[in-house]
């Protein structure tokens, strides 16, 4: 069974399993028995990411054990699955965390060293997997985590874009995008699955036809196509032998590309299946929360959603035989828009392939397909133009068409003569496909990401269809796997959490309030702060080899690290760096406690303000960190490249998480989790789950300020904020806003600058003054950020607080989320698989 030199790992793992003892010696074997077979070398003059690739060939032995025995559970057992249907899954790397599941790590960290091998190095040889853009993704891909460690049978479905989220360089201060070619070595952790490859149908016509018992037939006609071919990529759950699935789907031409047996007609339609194979899954849109209709990205949307239906309901077909079984063992859980053409493509399938009534179909859909929500943005919503939709899938456009017909009749039924209504809800309107609205309407299932986010769903952005469909409504906090962001990304905390309060922690989130009983500890208290110490200073050393910037360990660590995005507010924590910046040059002498604003953040390619924000950090960066007269009592850096690796290095260091979006604008929000989890004070405003965060872990421990979201959805109703006012009434923050074009911060080009002025008081063309609020919130963050400089100096009551941040941090585990989602929408049956015999 299995190639020789993978057996002897699975061995160590029985062996390990059986009386706990780790053979280093069989282990250090099975690495160089691979470094010999794929690269013939050995361990001393093998690089670095050699040892990367067999030590992974190594674990993945481990692996596919258990993932055979967890797929012949699922065949044998038929249980109800969720697929989970993604544009993006930010993976991060898989070695580590893979081995934290196995609960393997700390065995072969030491069974590495003993070679001379640092396992950090070796980590750091894997590329992280960035398929996905920010929050949305992430999220995905600490549900798939969560759903492994809770046993429950799942499938993400998603695509294996080529390259994924750009590599981001900082040069002079501005950013550059970089294709990432996340596969140039090989991925160890994919396996290609030829044999459940499917064929997606692009463009063309539709043909009727009549059968012989008079009924209607519809023929997509002069199509392209392309071969969808999975990937699919192992989800190891904690310590339970079960493991998942993550199908991610690349594009291959059809038929192999030849000369000969084409004459010229064919030829270039070859051509152009080729290309369209090739460009399909080139790269991810590295938007987020705005989308910009590109053909190409609904184009992907329907490629790996067509795909992930078909290789679903061949699963389902190999067990039963009538379709309306359907809703009792397949849930497609469209994680927001982008995947929600998956109403219309099983409405095809069912009715056109499978032969399905109408009714019968919509009903069987209907039970299948839930909605998850992740914004309120107007830009973020997916409208396609329907010349664009139709031409693409002209079959497809038919269902949705005959879908809208039906629904717009029951708006009318129940609102005769309200054509506002029809407006608002139809699928077809204005000469657009309105993605959310289909997915509503179909879905039996629409839930926001926090409390706040889906009562501004129900009572706002969607209250005509809540008002229709007000079952269908549920909210769903989301949540963050503890396995990646403690005990992957944090040992030392890990390690002293377990000592503390055991290591339940682990797979029950809650076990850490236990650590109450600690809070007021002198002995637990310090402990804690040479914990966040030793972090901040792991995190000091890779600000160093990164960026050459010299941070000390002793000053406070305020951390943003998110998307660039405006209503994220970057630019008012940078104003306020400004602010205090001019403060302390006023008066050296003031109070202050040293602080290290820490900023992380992508800006998608196109995204004017975002890149300007990015510069503008990296402007203040170099005049504040050269100035020699404030003592280094303030430094600013960027960190190049944020991405899930080093988030892991930044959320164990922090201090100060900045939370600080406009109010009702930040969906939920999974950084501010992180942070907590790591035990740091949040700094935010009463928005997406900093409310939940607040409703936890108390007011003594969180710093808020800022208007509610009340209050800014009130303004943006009556149109009646005007941030001028607040500019002539704030000398000190007037003073910062100049400096914006004043040169200060741009000696060489005063206007660098001016488009920042400009969007907080000068809007242009289309736009509104200060839309996120920065000038009308700046006075209320500087309070809250002065409260933090005062508090930090009381070294016990801040080590309290962080002890209680993590001691609440509970009901942030995506384990809880998913438990949710399981109770009350999926409805899925755990699994075990049982590794004894193996
Ligand atoms: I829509 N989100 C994201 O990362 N990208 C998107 O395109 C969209 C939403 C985020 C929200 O902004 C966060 O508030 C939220 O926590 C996250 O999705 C997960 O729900």
């Known amino acids: 069974r299995g190639s020789i030199n993978l057996l002897p790992f699975s061995a160590i793992r029985r062996n390990m399993m059986r009386d706990n003892t780790f053979s280093k010696k069989v282990f250090i074997k099975t690495v160089s028995d691979n470094l010999k077979n794929k690269y013939r070398k050995t361990i001393d003059d093998a690089t670095q990411q050699e040892l990367y690739q067999a030590v992974s060939e190594a674990v993945k032995d481990v692996i596919m054990d258990e993932w055979i025995a967890t797929q012949r559970v699922m065949d044998k057992d038929d249980p109800k699955v969720v697929y989970y249907m993604s544009m993006e899954f930010l993976m991060g790397r898989a070695l580590g965390n893979n081995l934290i599941n196995l609960s393997a790590y700390k065995e072969v960290k030491e069974a590495l060293n003993e070679i001379g091998v640092d396992i950090n190095a070796i980590e750091d040889q894997e590329p992280d997997p960035a398929l996905g853009n920010g929050g949305l993704g992430r999220l995905a891909a600490c549900f798939m985590d969560s759903l492994a460690t809770l ?259 029951q708006i009318n039924e129940r609102y005769p003569g309200n054509e506002d209504k029809v407006r608002k809800m139809a699928i077809l309107y204005d000469g657009q496909v309105k993605m959310a609205n289909m997915a509503i309407v179909a879905g039996y299932s629409v839930n926001g990401v926090a409390k706040l986010h889906t009562e501004i769903l129900k009572n706002q952005e969607l209250h005509d269809f809540y008002e229709m469909f007000p079952e269908k409504f549920n909210n769903k906090t989301n949540g963050i796997t503890q396995r990646r962001f403690l005990a992957h990304a944090n040992p030392l ?40 110490r030793a972090n901040k200073v792991r995190l000091a050393k890779y600000i160093k080899e990164h960026n050459g910037i010299d941070v000390n360990p002793d000053s406070i660590f305020d951390v943003q690290v998110k998307r660039l995005h405006e209503y994220k507010r970057q630019l008012m924590n940078i104003l306020h760096v400004m602010y205090l910046y001019n403060k302390i040059k006023e008066n050296p002498s003031m109070d202050f406690y040293p602080r290290t604003f820490i900023f992380g953040a992508k800006a998608a390619a196109g995204y004017r303000n975002a890149k300007k924000t990015i510069k503008l950090i990296n402007s203040v960066a170099d005049v504040i960190n050269n100035d020699a007269s404030i003592d280094g009592k303030l430094k600013v850096v960027f960190i190049e490249d944020y991405k899930v690796s080093n988030a892991e290095i930044i959320f164990a260091a922090a201090d100060v998480s900045e939370q600080i979006s406009t109010a009702s604008k930040e969906a939920s929000g999974t950084g501010n989790m992180k942070f907590m989890l790591n035990g740091a004070l949040t700094i935010g405003t009463m928005d997406g789950a900093n409310v939940e965060m607040f409703d936890e872990v108390g007011a003594d421990n969180m710093f808020i300020f800022g208007m509610s979201s009340d209050e800014v959805i009130s303004h943006e109703n009556r149109h009646d904020y005007n941030p001028v006012d607040v500019y002539n009434n704030d000398a000190e923050l007037r003073k910062v806003v100049n400096q914006l074009v004043d040169g200060t911060y741009s000696p060489n080009d005063h206007e660098l600058f001016r488009e920042l002025y400009n969007s907080l008081l000068n809007p242009q063309q289309g736009q509104v003054a200060d839309r996120y609020f920065i000038l009308a919130d700046f006075r209320s963050y500087a309070n809250a950020q002065q409260k933090i400089n005062d508090y930090y100096k009381n070294k016990s009551a801040w080590r309290k607080s962080a002890l209680l941040n993590i001691a609440h941090v509970g009901k942030f585990s995506s384990d809880r989320t998913i438990q949710e989602y399981v109770d009350d929408i999926w409805h899925l049956d755990r699994i075990t698989v049982n590794m004894a015999g193996v």
């Open 151 to 409: 046993g429950y049978p799942a499938y993400g479905c998603g695509i294996r874009y080529r390259y994924g989220m750009f590599k981001q360089q900082i040069s002079d201060g501005f950013q550059i995008e970089v294709p990432d070619n996340w596969l140039k070595d090989g991925y160890p952790f994919e396996l290609r699955r030829p044999e459940y490859c499917y064929e997606v149908k692009f463009g063309g016509y539709v043909q009727e036809s009549t059968d012989e018992n008079g009924e209607l037939h519809f023929e997509q006609k002069d199509y392209q196509s392309v071969l969808a071919v999975p990937y699919d990529m192992p989800i190891v759950g904690y310590d339970n032998n079960v493991v998942n699935s993550l199908m991610i789907w690349d594009a291959e031409p059809k038929n192999g590309f030849s000369l000969e047996s084409f004459d010229q007609g064919d030829y270039d339609k070859a051509v152009e299946q080729e290309n369209l194979a090739r460009n399909l899954v080139e790269v991810l849109y590295p938007n987020d929360n705005h989308v910009k209709g590109k053909e190409l990205r609904l184009k992907q949307q329907y490629f790996f959603v067509s795909a992930s239906i078909q290789r679903a309901l061949a699963r389902f077909k190999k067990h039963h035989s009538d379709l309306k079984d359907l809703p009792n063992k397949a849930v497609f859980q469209m994680n927001d828009t982008h995947p929600t053409v998956a109403v219309a493509e099983l409405m095809r399938i069912l009715v056109d392939e499978e032969h399905l009534s109408w009714d019968d179909a919509w009903d069987i859909t209907t039970r299948c397909v839930a909605y998850t929500n992740h914004t309120i943005m107007a830009e973020a919503l997916e409208k396609w133009p329907i010349e664009i939709f139709q031409r693409l899938l002209p079959r497809v456009y038919q269902i949705v068409d005959e879908i809208n017909r039906r629904f717009v009749m």
């Open 493 to 532: 905390l890990a390690d002293w959490a377990t000592k503390k309060v055991g290591a339940g922690w682990i797979t029950d989130l809650t076990m850490l309030s236990k650590l109450k009983a600690y809070a007021d500890s002198p002995v637990a208290q310090q402990e804690f702060a040479e914990i966040k």
